[in-house]
Structures are given as C-alpha cells and as structure tokens.
C-alpha cells in the first residue's frame, strides 16, 4: 500500500504542499490575466519543477500539480483549447519530473476548479455556460489520470452548480477525489458562505457534495478563523478524512497580495489546533510556501502526540 494510503487509513499525520501559483509569484513568474497560473505550464515549466521539489524537500507528501488555472475552458480563453489535454498532462509530467530528481516517493493530486477564465472568481458568472464547464470538468479529471495522478484534488469547490460536475467527473476516473471547500464569514459574521458567492450557505453547500461520495474533505483557501469553525461544521456531516490548507494575504486579479502572511511558527500552532480538531492532512494554499511546510515537517512528531 502506498505511505500516503497507509497513513490515512491509520490517522496519522499526512503533509501536502503549500501554493503553487503564488509560490512561482513570489520566484518573478507572471501571472496571465485569463487563467492566472495556468499559463506558467506553457511559458515556466522551469519554474514549475523548481517549486515542486522545494516543497519535497521540505516534507511534502503529496504535491498537487500546477492545474488550477490549466482547466479547458480557460485553456480555451488563451487560445490554446485544442492543446488541453497535452497541457494538462505536461503539468503533470513536471511534478514527476521533481518527484524523480528529488528521489523522493511522493504522490501526485491532479488539481481542478471551476475557476472562469480572466476572473477572480470561480462560478457561476456567464463567461462560460454549464455545458461548457462540464465537458471541461469531465476533460480535465480524464486527463489528469491519464497522465498518471494518485488522486483528484478539486479545489475552490463553493457553489451547488458546477462544482457537483466537478466532482461527477473526478469520480468518474476511479481515482481517490480530495475535496477542497472554500468559505468565508458572511457580511454579518454569524454565518459561513461561499469565498466568492455569499448567496450561497456553506451548508447548502456540503449538502449537494458529500453525497456525491468524496474520499476526502479539505477545508481550503480559506481564513484561519475560518477554516477552524469551517471544520467544526464539516464534521457535521462527514466522517472521513480531514484536511486543511489555508490561506494567507488576497488576491487581486492577476496577482496575489503577500500581505500579512503568517509567520510559519504561528501557522504550525494553527495547524496544531486543526489536528485536535481530526485534521490528518495538512498544507497551505495560497501565500504559504516551502517555509510554511517545512515548519509543520519539523513539528510533525508532536501533531503525531496530539493526533
């Protein structure tokens, strides 16, 4: 059985990476204004491979491939549609590629999400249609396993709409689906609703997607404070796998704003609390790197205590 696979199933601590995309801002990559870091697959595999294996080197288990922005549809905004999934098993190719120069066994998530091309916001908007989204949906997962991903990692998952086509079409390649949820207090801070879309209940939400049946649930992209309650309500209705990769600073089209990033000791006490919580699988989004990792790597032993 594969370690990752093996330390699931006993609760033990399982450490993933931190962000890709604001990972290769902070190395001088552009951001693309249609699909963010998608474009850096094409233009900085380099860079790419360079990111993947600081995170191994940090501790990383689980290194999730630069796809987020690399979805057809948004492929298809940049003018390279009838590429998608050459692109999208290239991106792929680069995490193996760092996985081999390491010499480290890792795992390898396929990232996908409904984000819409030159948008910072992830559905619904009426840049794409519903079909669109699902045949893109159903492409990407079928790609990613094609190219010979461990798991599914759907990311930025918030809304009752597309995200299900998403996670139908993760499912249909066989492969473990890792869902990531992301969420945020609403305008009057009594209530958790969707990141981008506040119309949408965070309950709702898991309503329409852990029937689907997810191997996984990741609270995401999300605040600290957040993601602590977020998890609280998760539990609610799931009793499976656990994890959490926050975020840290925002995001402005097409670039991320390092503003108050946590300081990865605080951040290894966060993740402390998560544990406590059920949390076993541990990583940072967007803002949070190698240091970030490195920093939970080495406090692995006492999550082990407390787990």
Known sequence: MPAWKDKLENGEVLIIDGAMGTELERRGVPMHAETWSGAAVLEHPEAIVAAHEDYIRAGAEVIITNTFGASPHMLNAMGYG?????????????????????????????????????????DPGDRHTDEEIDDSMSRMARA????????????????????????????????????????????????????????????????????????????????????????????QRWSGPLGAYPESGYFEMPNWRFVDVIAPGDFVERARGWVG???????????????????????????????
């Open 82 to 122: 009838d590429r998608d999934e050459e692109i999208i098993r290239s991106a792929v190719d680069l995490a193996k590629q760092a996985r081999d120069n390491i010499g480290v066994d890792v795992a390898i998530a396929g990232s996908i999400s409904t984000m819409s091309a030159g948008s910072d916001i992830a």
């Open 144 to 235: 990613l396993a094609a190219g010979g991903c461990d798991m599914i990692a759907l990311e930025m998952m918030q809304d009752v709409r597309r995200a299900p086509a998403a996670m139908r079409g993760a499912k249909a390649t066989g492969l473990p689906v890792w869902l990531g949820l992301t969420c945020a207090w609403n305008e009057g801070w009594d209530k958790l609703v969707a990141f981008d879309f506040p119309d949408y209940a965070f309950d709702d939400i898991l309503d329409a997607l852990i029937p689907i049946g997810p191997d996984v649930v990741s609270v995401m992209h999300s605040d600290m404070d957040v993601t602590t309650k977020a998890l609280e309500v998760v539990k």
């Open 277 to 307: 919580q059920g949390v076993t699988i541990l990583g940072g989004c967007c803002g949070l790197g190698p240091v970030h990792v490195a920093a939970m790597h080495e406090a692995l032993p006492t999550f082990h205590q407390h787990a």
